[in-house]
């Protein structure tokens, strides 16, 4: 008897991306049979987070980390190592940890800083998935104006009404658990948020995929905002009714899981280590 296979539970509605002619090769979400095979893909795709990470040059020291909750397991997420690049992450040397920042598999240490906010995250919100945070150049300047991004263009649309800025514990070292509660109310209803004087988060109720594109795009939203600004050229912004309605179709879950996909295609190609 053949197992029933569920797909991935997805909060929004098909997309116009979508091809209608059928036979062409288009990247099609994953179903499991088992947990087992969940866990699999949640860890292969978070080690392919972390080398697209390490492509985009977001490492800084021992600073940034990514997280997915065991399908199974879910008051465990898997997580980067301690002071491991990006570039050296595989499936061998990832972790297991619990709420309180316990090993629970692994031969790594957690990074204390991204236990507190990752797992008040994850603790406060059990249909986070998928969790991203990176010291960036642009993210993190971006994030000493203490200001949300404005809708400048079709990327930034993305976030509009769906990020905000924390001032909580702003420029504050979070290893304090009481620094990753303040932190966490922002993402009961925001994806991202841009961290005052620290940077961005982003946080995904569907996939580890989806977290780590959204993080890559929101870097880049800070980079095309801060060099407009330079330009001292005041923008034109798009309308809320026109960025409500580029988010709704390039600012979902699911375009954030198929956007990641050529990026983990090439982190296969360029690091064939990263599954050993």
């Known amino acids: 008897m053949r197992k029933e296979r569920q797909r991935m539970n ?3 509605r098909p997309s116009l991306y979508e091809p209608t002619q059928k036979g062409l090769m288009f990247p099609e979400m994953p179903s499991f049979s088992s947990l087992q095979e969940e866990r699999q893909y949640r860890k292969e795709h978070l080690v392919g987070a972390c080398r697209m990470f390490a492509k985009q040059k977001f490492d800084y020291g021992f600073a940034g980390h990514l997280t997915v909750r065991d399908p199974e397991r879910k ?26 920042g316990h090993v629970v598999e692994g031969d790594y240490a957690v990074n204390r800083a991204g236990f507190v906010l990752h797992a008040a995250v994850h603790e406060d919100h059990p ?19 203490g200001r949300e991004l404005d809708p400048i263009s079709q990327d930034a649309a993305a976030f509009f009404e769906d990020h905000c800025v924390i001032d909580e514990e702003a420029g504050k070292v979070a290893v304090e658990v009481e620094a990753g509660n303040k932190v966490s109310a922002a ?44 330009t001292g050229i005041k923008p034109v912004l798009v309308s809320p009714e026109k960025a409500r309605y580029s988010r709704q179709h390039v600012g ?25």
Request: net charge negative.
């Open 127 to 145: 249909d986070i998935v998928a969790m991203c945070h990176a010291h960036t150049i642009y993210g993190t300047t971006w994030a000493a104006t």
């Open 75 to 100: 008051n465990l997420y898997w997580t980067n190592p301690m002071a491991v690049p990006f570039s050296a992450v595989s499936l061998s040397n990832l972790i297991l940890v619990d709420h309180d």
């Open 10 to 12: 997805i909060q929004s």
């Open 252 to 276: 979902s879950e699911y375009i954030g899981w198929l956007h990641f996909q050529p990026h983990y295609r090439e982190a296969l190609a360029d690091n064939p280590d990263m599954l050993s």
């Open 187 to 230: 993402f009961g209803k925001y994806r991202a948020a841009i961290h005052r004087n620290h940077g961005l988060l982003t946080a995904s109720r569907h996939s580890i995929d989806a977290a780590a594109f959204w993080f890559l795009a929101l870097e880049r939203c800070c980079q095309q905002q801060l060099v407009l600004e330079a």
